[in-house]
């Protein structure tokens, strides 16, 4: 029975209401606001923390950004002043290094 239809029957249609029921009703309807209330808070609370989530996850991807580009004008540096191995036994290796780096470069460089 809603709360209305309640009221309607108590106070017009019957003379005998049991007000104790009115008095169940009103408490139900009470303790439901109270918990749809907290509800609303923990859920603001939770949206709260995953905003200051997202806000440090997009500062420390900024921060990883410039160290990726810091990284890559490095290895870039390297490779352009690199004319070739140490010494021939360091050759096969040495190879392999700048080939890496040349596909990290391609990957990564901003021309």
């Not at 609370?45 to 989530?53: A, G, Q, R, T, V």
């Not at 050759?91 to 901003?110: G, K, N, Q, S, T």
């Amino acid at each position: 029975m809603n709360l209305e239809k309640l009221f309607d029957t108590c106070f017009w249609e019957d003379p005998d209401f049991d007000a104790d029921e009115v008095i169940a009703c009103i408490q139900a309807a009470i303790a439901e606001r109270d918990v749809l209330k907290d509800a609303v808070q923990q859920t603001s609370n939770h949206i709260e923390f995953i905003d200051s989530k997202l806000i440090r996850s997009e500062r420390e991807n900024e921060e990883l950004k410039a160290t990726v580009a810091q990284c890559v004008e490095a290895l870039r540096d390297l490779h352009d002043w690199q004319n070739g191995p140490p010494l021939a036994t360091y050759a096969v290796p040495w190879r392999a290094a700048m080939d890496m780096a040349e596909e990290l470069l391609e990957l990564y460089e901003v021309v």
